[in-house]
């Protein structure tokens, strides 16, 4: 797609890992208030290009846009800063605080102390962990909480400080059909009321399709299809590359 209006955009990425290429020529997109996926079979490049993106990792060749501006050399901090924030396949929440504190310090960067800044602190984490149905696991410590819950946690703290972007990898993994609802939930919320752009990888196939308007495919490190959920599922070569169908003579069904 065109970059036109994106808030967030790879140019031509390349990465490599000795002499695999794990990004190949990325260019990627996503615009303000919009759900779009990123699948492919394991090895595809997806967490390769969230390290590049997030600035985790710097790209051997091309660029990372933010508002136009080329953030490629900046760090994740800066980043995280200016509204960039993502998950993790292994979740990194702090076990050994409660979920709430979780919450309280991803917002204490902004400084600001005093009794009025730390009530603001906690009101905020009080209301996302009600958005996230976690209100009942405030003073939990994240380090017990079961897989479908602490991964819920820590989309949770991604969104106590309001994401202008968020990178979700494979958010849903560990959770049950209920929290996979109510992830989606909140994800539609952020991206149509709040205008966050969300770029979402994940192995769940159908909660992709039904999340996401726009799909993304990678495969061996480069772009094999992009478009709508429903065209890029219909497409031969997805099936063959990632959906485990065979290609149809003339196009596939939805499988």
Not at 102 to 109: D, F, K, M, S
Request: charged share 25%.
């Amino acid at each position: 797609m065109s970059d036109d209006g994106a808030i967030l955009a790879a140019h031509g990425v390349g990465v490599r890992f000795g002499g695999v290429r794990a990004l190949d020529d990325v260019t990627i997109a996503v615009r303000p208030g919009e759900i779009c996926g990123l699948i492919g079979p394991n090895g595809a490049g997806k967490t390769t290009l969230f390290d590049a993106l997030s600035g985790i990792r710097r790209p051997d060749r091309g660029r990372i846009l933010l508002d136009g501006a080329d953030i490629t050399r900046r760090s994740p901090v800066w980043r995280a800063r200016h509204g960039l924030r993502r998950t993790f396949q292994r979740q990194q929440l702090f076990g050994q605080l409660t979920v709430a504190d979780n919450l309280v310090v991803a917002q204490e960067w902004r400084r600001g102390g005093g009794r009025a800044a730390g009530a603001a602190r906690r009101a905020r984490a009080a209301e996302v962990l009600r958005d996230c149905g976690l209100d009942a696991f405030a003073d939990t410590h994240a380090g017990v909480l079961p897989v479908g819950r602490a991964r819920m946690a820590e989309l949770a703290r991604a969104l106590a400080d309001p994401p202008r972007v968020l990178l979700l990898d494979e958010p849903a993994s560990g959770m049950s059909a209920d929290e996979r609802e109510r992830l989606a939930a909140v994800v539609r919320h952020l991206a149509e009321r709040e205008g966050c752009a969300v770029l979402l990888v994940e192995h769940h196939v159908s909660f992709v399709m039904e999340l996401c308007a726009r799909v993304v495919v990678l495969d061996l490190g480069r772009v094999l299809a992009e478009g709508p959920a429903a065209e890029v599922r219909a497409d031969p070569r997805v099936r063959t590359a990632y959906l485990g169908a065979p290609a149809a003579p003339g196009g596939g069904g939805t499988g």
